[in-house]
């Protein structure tokens, strides 16, 4: 059985995977609004991978014998400036969640939960490529930033990815 600090811990994961969701889809839509289908395509795809994370999430406080209990979403921001700020609020989103996974391996360490913090060492590393990935797309923005036939050509490339 899980310890009720740990579970509560990681049912607020669940609620930041699945709030992390939302302001990727609430991105899509702004980008789908202002006409760019390949950025949105790019974001409703990151959207459901953070829905996999919290039902990774879920899944394991089930296995762990634990009472999955999901809290409120509130309402996401709806648009940004350019494509260059919402890439660099996800940026800025997923340093918040990476410093999130780190405390919770901390707590698992602290109360000596080893199975939880051998689950938590996925998220770690997948962290280090959210953060990557998100940089990557704002690194290409700003060599294009200015051209408008840039900014076409990448959103066709972000409309490639698929998972
Ligand atoms: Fe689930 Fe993007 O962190």
């Not at 969701?21 to 990151?46: H, I």
């Not at 999430?57 to 260059?84: C, H, M, T």
């Not at 660099?88 to 698992?108: P, R, W």
């Amino acid at each position: 059985m899980i310890d009720n600090k740990m579970l509560d811990a990681l049912n607020r994961q669940v609620n930041e995977e699945m709030k992390s969701a939302y302001l990727y889809l609430a991105m899509a839509a702004d980008f789908q609004d202002q006409n760019r289908p390949g950025f949105a395509s790019w974001m409703k795809v990151q959207a459901s991978e953070e829905m996999k994370h919290a039902m990774k999430i879920y899944g394991f406080i089930e296995e762990r014998g634990g009472k999955v209990v999901l809290q409120a979403i509130d309402a996401p921001q709806d648009n940004w400036a350019s494509p260059l700020k919402a890439f660099e609020a996800a940026y800025a989103h997923e340093q918040f969640i990476t410093d999130c996974i780190h405390k919770l391996v901390k707590l698992a360490r602290e109360i000596g939960d080893l199975p939880t913090e051998v689950f938590l060492h996925w998220f770690v590393d997948e962290q280090v490529e959210e953060e990557a990935t998100a940089d990557e797309v704002i690194q290409k923005i700003k060599q294009v930033q200015d051209s408008g036939n840039g900014l076409y050509m990448l959103d066709r490339e972000l409309g490639k990815r698929e998972d």
